[in-house]
C-alpha cells in the first residue's frame, strides 16, 4: 500500500447551476494532518461529503485508504470515522447508549466490544459521563463523544467538519491533544476549520475558495501563497476577495 | 443482518423515552374505540318530533302512537296548525313532525283514503331516511290491517321473514370495530414511520448514522421492527375492549386474524417509509399521510358502504390497502369463514406489502441528495 492516505483528482460537485467544489487535486499523507481551510462556502462540507461517500461527485475520482468513493461508496464507510459540524448522535440516548449503538452497528459485539468501547472511554476521558443523555452534555463533552463513535472501529481514516464549532478553547486544546496522538499512531486525519489557531496545528493545510484550492502547503507556506504574513491575513484577504 | 438488532434495541430505547409519542400510540385505540363506538350510530333512532292532530279522535291518537312505538320518533310536543310545526322543524326544535287532518277518522270511516302527513328534516340525510323508512314501514302494515280486515281474513297471505345475519341486532359497534382495528393500524403504522426516518433527518441523526457501513434493509427493517409490535399490541387492545365492552363477537381463528394482520402491518409500515422517502420534514411527512388517510376512512368502507358509491370510485377505493383489509378483519371477526373465502383480498394485501417494500427500498438512498 502506498502511503497516500486520501487521494483527489479533479474532483468537481455541482448543485443545479452552482459549482460547489471545481476540480480539487490534492493528496494526503498517511498518519498526516491535513486542514481545510476556507470562510463558509468555499466547499469544505462538500468535499468531506463526498469522501465519506454521502454525496455523489460530479466529476472526478477520489481513493480514501485506497477504496474508490464513486465505485464503492459503502466499502469506504467501513475504512472511516466522520464527524459533521452538526452533533449528530441520538441525545435521548445515553453516552454509554451511543457508544454501545455505533460499536454495534460497526459490527462490534461482546467481549471486544466491551474492550474497544472501554479504550475509547478512557482515550477521550468520558468515563464519569457514562450514564448521562448525550442531550444534556455540554458541547465540550459532545465533540468527545461523537469522536470517540467515530474511533470505535479502528478507522485508518478520519474526515472532521468543524469538529470544534460552539466548544469551548479548554475543550478545544484537550481535543486537538487527541487528534495529534491518533495521528501519531497512523491515523491519517482531513479537518476542516475556519479558527486560525487549529489552522496552525494542521501539518499542512489546503486554502479553498468558492470551491477552488488556491494554496496547498504548510500553514506558512499557504500564508505566503495567498499574500499574508500569517495566515490570519492570508484568510482575511480571501475572504475580502470574495466579497467583492 | 448483524447490524439490525442494534437499530433495533436503539429503536426501542428512544420508543421507551419519548413519553409523549408512547402516550398517544397507545391511547389512541382507546379513545378511538370508545368513540366510534359509543358516539357514532348509523341508525338513528328517537328524533324530536312535533304534532299536530287537528283530527283529535281515538284513530288519529292510534296512528300517532304507531309512529311513536317504531321508537324513531320522539313526541317532544303536540302544536295546533302547520305555521306552528313549521316553525319548529325550521328552528331545529325537531326533526319532523306528523300532521293528522281533520277529516282524518272521518275518511277512515267511510272507506276513502284517509291521510295523514310524515314531515322530516332531510337537511340531514342520515336522520331522515330511517324517519322515513319508520312512517313507510308504520303505513304498510297498517293498510294490510285495514285490507285484511275488510277482506274478512285473519292471516296475510304473504309473509316475508328478513334476517340479518352476523349482526342480529343490526349494532353499530359490530360493524365498526372491525374496521377500527384497521383504520388504527393504517393511522399509527403509516405516521409514524413515515415522521421516525424523517426525524432522524431533521435532528441531524441519519447523515452520522448513513456514513456508516450499515446497509439500508437493515437500517428500514430497525426502523419499523418495533413498530410491528405496537401494531399487534393497539390490534389486541382494541379487539379486546370491542369484545368485553360492546360485546363485538370474534368467531374466527384467532391464528388467522393476527396473521394477515401481521401482513397488513407490514404494508402500512412500507407504505409510511415510502412516505418518508418523498419527504424533507416531519411536517410534510404528516400531511402526506393525512392526505392518504382520507381516502382510507372514506372510501375503503369503513363508514361508508362502497356499494353506494358510484363505480369510478369503487375502483379507486381498490387502490386502498385498507379496502381489502376490511373485508378480511369482517369475514374473520363476524362471519368467522377460514382461510378460503378471504383468499383474493389477502392475495391483493400480498401484492400491496411487495409493492410498498420494493418503492421504499428503491427509493431510499444512504446519501444526502
Redesign the interface.
Known sequence: MTDVAVDIRDLTRRFGTLTAVSHLTLAVQRGEVFGLLGPNGSGKTTTIRMLCGLLEPTEGTATVAGVDVRAAPERVKTQIGYMSQRFGLYEDLTVRENLEFYGGIYGLSGAAQRDREGQVVAFLGIGGRLGQLAGQLSGGWKQRLALGCALLHHPPVLFLDEPTAGVDPAARRNFWRAIHELAQSGTTVLVTTHYMDEAERCDRLGMMSVGHLIALGTPGEVARQVGGTTLEDAFIILQEQDER | M??L???V??EF??MR??RLTLGVMFGIPVVQLLMFGFAIQTDVRHIPTVVDDESRTPESRDIIHALENTGNFRIVAYLTGRAALDDAIARGRAQAGIVVPNAYARNLGRGSTATVQVIVDASDPLSSQSALAAAAGVAQVRNLELLAAAAGRSTLPLDVRVRPRYNPGLRSPVYIVPGLVGLILTMTMVLVTAVAIVRERE???L?????????KTELMLGKITPYVGVGLFQMTAVLLLGRFVFDVPLVGSVGLLYGVSLLYIIASLALGLFISTLVQTQQQAMQMSFFFMLPSILLSGFMFPREAMPVAFQWLSLLIPLTHFLKILRGILLKGVGAGPILSPMLVLCGFAVALIGLAVRRFH????
Do not use: A, F, Y
Not at chain 2, 447523515?207 to 446497509?215: K, N, R, S
Not at chain 2, 444512504?366 to 441528495?369: E, G, I, P
Open positions: 448483524r447490524r438488532w442494534p437499530m434495541r436503539k430505547i428512544q423515552r419519548d435532528r441531524g441523526t447523515e452520522q448514522l448513513i456514513v456508516t457501513p450499515i446497509t444512504k446519501t444526502l441528495d
